[in-house]
């Protein structure tokens, strides 16, 4: 007998009763909090219950246990369903208050789930997709620490829950697609086959296979009835023990169990009253008052979860006391997400190696040779470019990431940018690895469901982005991104770096690594940059966001400002400007968050009270606040052109020439 099997013969209440007090939680929340989706959590009971109770690797009393197995709602609006589950399980966070408190501000029963592994929510889900590839991305974090760390140390499976729109949405197609190709045979998605979504039947929108697209892309692919719990966790033991991910379409009946709805489109999201309450119990026959649970069902789920999984998890911690000292120190510092400590040092020396060698060189070219260290410092780094390996320079001695060598540590993404900004979430919410990825800038867009959740989730995920403006040239405008690096800076709790030569290339990475609640964008340049600075580099000038890099000859006249590609041309405009006799500063603000969390003396100090000239080969959107009421702007105002980048700099009027030209304007004025 299996201990699952155990289980099942010791515990005297039926997994219908089990399933119910998912239901009957859920909707006692939905009730009071008029409203939520009760069709998820109630259509979803039976193999809720079979996961939590027979199958997943957890301790409640231990949420962040590195080896617990990593459970994904996508389908996050049913969020209810996985309040019960922590509930019933014991999670201490999710007390029966905080059921009541379902959608109240302040409370851990968030609309949708949101990130926070210490208590139990493993990932932000309600954009539907998102949350499979996440769990795309822990499924190769795991794969990974297997190989590093051994099966004693890491060895868990990553279950998601998809409702249909998960499975519509184009990041499904993406991450289904790789994980096949990567045989990530720990991951298995179950499938809320209600054949339902917000819109009614899914036969509106869709008439395809599910199951052979699944099956195409290499899944194993089993179907039950999503009611009953045998039958869900035979199939879960099924998924065990095929080498392929596994997809179990559960067919489900949406609102199971509340009559008025049940089977029907209002049963996705409609709300739910005292009556509806009433009619559920009488037709489960469920004679608990509101957020009440019997105790006999209580002692089940606790068997079932904690007490079942106690063994597992107390041999476990006894394997990693065991481990060497040296592998001890090397996990204890991956699951605990530091990085090692001699990184600063190295970056630091890299940073005083550029500004003592001065080259002439792309800042993408600068910052492969940063990833090129970090790739030798960090063990746990693994990174990506979508199709883009050459140009983004990110492999170099990296093997990959293959289904037969799971000690890779680069990720051969394919052309899926989407995919590899949720992966890389998924993997960093995960721990234990640092993803990084790479790609043009002008794609990022390709990732913004991703950046974005990234951002909210809190996690340290740095993408590059090479050829950030019209300097790309002649791949003309598809290419030449002019309004990203505006979009990207108005996403609350996402750094933006554009860094000028290699020395600012060098503090901009420094500065990304060293934030660790929030996501970095570093944006570089495809052409080569003269170099901008002449200190010895001993100190990280970008770490405020912003700083003079030329101070005014005489009482300042004009401030420029200036990002990337065009501090270079600031600082020539300086000349001139300081040869005809006006004192001119000229500002480099590679990170404008970072300046932004600056006291006011010293963004007045930086920005001075002279009139302010800004250029950036991009869009203004955003420049105002730097610039005050009579700022000028040389940049972009309409898309780019194929050309060669330095004809292209002279069509769009972003020369020196020009900048002197509107500082003399304004001077004037
Ligand atoms: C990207 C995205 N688009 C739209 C929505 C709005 N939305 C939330 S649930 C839902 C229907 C999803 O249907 P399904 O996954 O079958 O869930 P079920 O109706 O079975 O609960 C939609 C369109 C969303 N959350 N995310």
Redesign the pocket.
């Given at each position: 007998m299996t201990s699952n099997q155990d289980f099942q013969a010791s515990s005297s209440v039926s997994a219908a009763k089990m399933a119910d007090a998912i239901r009957f939680l859920s909707l006692d929340a939905i009730e009071k909090a008029e409203n939520g989706?009760p069709?998820?959590p109630l259509?979803c009971a039976e193999i809720a219950t079979a996961l939590y109770t027979r199958h997943l690797k957890c301790n409640p009393a231990d949420p962040l246990w590195p080896d617990r197995d990593r459970f994904v709602m996508s389908?996050?609006?049913?969020s209810m369903l996985v309040y019960s589950l922590l509930h019933l399980s014991g999670y201490p966070a999710f007390t029966i208050d905080e059921i009541k408190r379902f959608r109240e501000l302040g409370s851990h029963t968030h609309g949708?789930p949101e990130r926070h592994a210490a208590i139990g929510i493993e990932v932000t889900t309600?954009?539907?997709?998102?949350g499979i590839a996440n769990a795309v991305g822990m499924a190769v974090a795991e794969a990974w620490l297997n190989a590093t760390f051994g099966s004693d140390i890491v060895d868990h499976r990553t279950w998601a829950l998809?409702?249909?729109?998960?499975?519509?949405?184009g990041v499904a197609h993406e991450v289904i697609s790789l994980a096949g190709h990567l045989r990530l045979g720990k991951l298995c998605f179950l499938w809320?086959d209600?054949?339902?979504?917000?819109?009614g039947h899914?036969n509106f929108s869709i008439s395809e296979d599910v199951r052979a697209r699944f099956r195409a892309a290499n899944w194993q692919v089993i179907d039950v009835d999503g009611h009953d719990t045998d039958a869900v966790s035979a199939a879960l033991d099924l998924s065990k023990r095929d080498p392929r991910p596994t997809m179990i379409a559960c067919r489900?009946t949406?609102g199971k169990g509340l009559p008025r709805l049940e089977g029907l489109?209002g049963?996705?999201?409609g709300r739910v009253f005292a009556k509806d309450l009433d009619e559920a119990r009488a037709a489960a026959g469920w004679t608990s008052g509101p957020f009440e649970i019997p105790v006999d069902v209580a002692a089940s789920w606790k068997a079932g979860v904690a007490e079942r999984n106690k063994p597992t998890y107390d041999a476990w911690r006894a394997r990693v006391a065991a481990l060497s000292n040296e592998k001890r120190a090397l996990w204890d510092r991956v699951a605990a997400g530091d990085l090692p400590q001699d990184l600063d040092k190295t970056l630091a020396a890299f940073r005083k190696q550029m500004a003592t060698d001065k080259p002439t060189r792309s800042t993408n070219a600068a910052s492969a040779d940063v990833v090129a260290l970090l790739t030798d410092a960090i063990p746990e780094l693994i990174s990506g470019a979508p199709d883009l390996e050459g140009p983004t320079s990110m492999k170099r001695t990296l093997s990959a990431f293959t289904a037969q060598d799971r000690a890779g540590r680069y990720v051969h993404y394919g052309v899926r940018e989407h995919a590899m900004g949720a992966m890389m979430n998924g993997m960093a919410a995960h721990g234990g690895v640092l993803p990084l990825g790479a790609t043009y800038l002008v794609f990022s867009d390709y990732m913004r469901?991703a950046l974005r959740m990234a951002a909210l989730m809190d996690l340290p995920v740095i993408t590059v982005y090479s050829h950030d403006s019209i300097g790309v040239g002649k791949n003309g405008p598809t290419h030449q991104p002019v309004e990203y690096l505006a979009s990207l800076r108005a996403m609350p709790n996402m750094a933006v770096f554009r860094p000028a030569d290699g020395v600012e290339t060098a503090e901009c990475w420094e500065l990304a690594l060293a934030r660790r609640n929030g996501p970095s964008t570093i944006a570089c340049s495809f052409q080569a940059l003269p170099p901008v600075r002449h200190d010895v580099g001993t100190a990280n000038l970008s770490a405020r966001g912003a700083y003079v890099l030329a101070e005014a000859e005489g009482a300042r006249k004009v401030t420029l400002l200036a990002t990337g590609s065009e501090v270079s041309v600031a600082l020539a405009a300086r000349e001139t400007l300081q040869a005809k006799g006006v004192p001119t500063a000229v500002v480099s603000m590679p990170c404008w968050e970072l300046f932004e969390d600056q006291d006011e003396a010293y963004r007045a100090s930086v920005l001075g009270s002279a009139p302010r000239v800004a250029v950036e080969a991009a869009v203004r959107l955003g420049w105002d606040r730097w610039l005050g009421e009579r700022g000028g702007f040389i940049g972009m105002s309409s898309f780019g052109a194929s050309g060669p980048a330095n004809e292209l700099y002279e069509h769009f009027g972003i020369t020196s020439e020009r900048v002197v030209e509107v500082c003399q304007q304004l001077l004037a004025a």
């Amino acid at each position: 007998m299996t201990s699952n099997q155990d289980f099942q013969a010791s515990s005297s209440v039926s997994a219908a009763k089990m399933a119910d007090a998912i239901r009957f939680l859920s909707l006692d929340a939905i009730e009071k909090a008029e409203n939520g989706h009760p069709g998820a959590p109630l259509g979803c009971a039976e193999i809720a219950t079979a996961l939590y109770t027979r199958h997943l690797k957890c301790n409640p009393a231990d949420p962040l246990w590195p080896d617990r197995d990593r459970f994904v709602m996508s389908n996050g609006h049913g969020s209810m369903l996985v309040y019960s589950l922590l509930h019933l399980s014991g999670y201490p966070a999710f007390t029966i208050d905080e059921i009541k408190r379902f959608r109240e501000l302040g409370s851990h029963t968030h609309g949708h789930p949101e990130r926070h592994a210490a208590i139990g929510i493993e990932v932000t889900t309600g954009p539907l997709g998102q949350g499979i590839a996440n769990a795309v991305g822990m499924a190769v974090a795991e794969a990974w620490l297997n190989a590093t760390f051994g099966s004693d140390i890491v060895d868990h499976r990553t279950w998601a829950l998809v409702g249909d729109g998960c499975l519509q949405e184009g990041v499904a197609h993406e991450v289904i697609s790789l994980a096949g190709h990567l045989r990530l045979g720990k991951l298995c998605f179950l499938w809320d086959d209600n054949e339902m979504t917000d819109d009614g039947h899914t036969n509106f929108s869709i008439s395809e296979d599910v199951r052979a697209r699944f099956r195409a892309a290499n899944w194993q692919v089993i179907d039950v009835d999503g009611h009953d719990t045998d039958a869900v966790s035979a199939a879960l033991d099924l998924s065990k023990r095929d080498p392929r991910p596994t997809m179990i379409a559960c067919r489900t009946t949406i609102g199971k169990g509340l009559p008025r709805l049940e089977g029907l489109r209002g049963a996705h999201g409609g709300r739910v009253f005292a009556k509806d309450l009433d009619e559920a119990r009488a037709a489960a026959g469920w004679t608990s008052g509101p957020f009440e649970i019997p105790v006999d069902v209580a002692a089940s789920w606790k068997a079932g979860v904690a007490e079942r999984n106690k063994p597992t998890y107390d041999a476990w911690r006894a394997r990693v006391a065991a481990l060497s000292n040296e592998k001890r120190a090397l996990w204890d510092r991956v699951a605990a997400g530091d990085l090692p400590q001699d990184l600063d040092k190295t970056l630091a020396a890299f940073r005083k190696q550029m500004a003592t060698d001065k080259p002439t060189r792309s800042t993408n070219a600068a910052s492969a040779d940063v990833v090129a260290l970090l790739t030798d410092a960090i063990p746990e780094l693994i990174s990506g470019a979508p199709d883009l390996e050459g140009p983004t320079s990110m492999k170099r001695t990296l093997s990959a990431f293959t289904a037969q060598d799971r000690a890779g540590r680069y990720v051969h993404y394919g052309v899926r940018e989407h995919a590899m900004g949720a992966m890389m979430n998924g993997m960093a919410a995960h721990g234990g690895v640092l993803p990084l990825g790479a790609t043009y800038l002008v794609f990022s867009d390709y990732m913004r469901p991703a950046l974005r959740m990234a951002a909210l989730m809190d996690l340290p995920v740095i993408t590059v982005y090479s050829h950030d403006s019209i300097g790309v040239g002649k791949n003309g405008p598809t290419h030449q991104p002019v309004e990203y690096l505006a979009s990207l800076r108005a996403m609350p709790n996402m750094a933006v770096f554009r860094p000028a030569d290699g020395v600012e290339t060098a503090e901009c990475w420094e500065l990304a690594l060293a934030r660790r609640n929030g996501p970095s964008t570093i944006a570089c340049s495809f052409q080569a940059l003269p170099p901008v600075r002449h200190d010895v580099g001993t100190a990280n000038l970008s770490a405020r966001g912003a700083y003079v890099l030329a101070e005014a000859e005489g009482a300042r006249k004009v401030t420029l400002l200036a990002t990337g590609s065009e501090v270079s041309v600031a600082l020539a405009a300086r000349e001139t400007l300081q040869a005809k006799g006006v004192p001119t500063a000229v500002v480099s603000m590679p990170c404008w968050e970072l300046f932004e969390d600056q006291d006011e003396a010293y963004r007045a100090s930086v920005l001075g009270s002279a009139p302010r000239v800004a250029v950036e080969a991009a869009v203004r959107l955003g420049w105002d606040r730097w610039l005050g009421e009579r700022g000028g702007f040389i940049g972009m105002s309409s898309f780019g052109a194929s050309g060669p980048a330095n004809e292209l700099y002279e069509h769009f009027g972003i020369t020196s020439e020009r900048v002197v030209e509107v500082c003399q304007q304004l001077l004037a004025a």
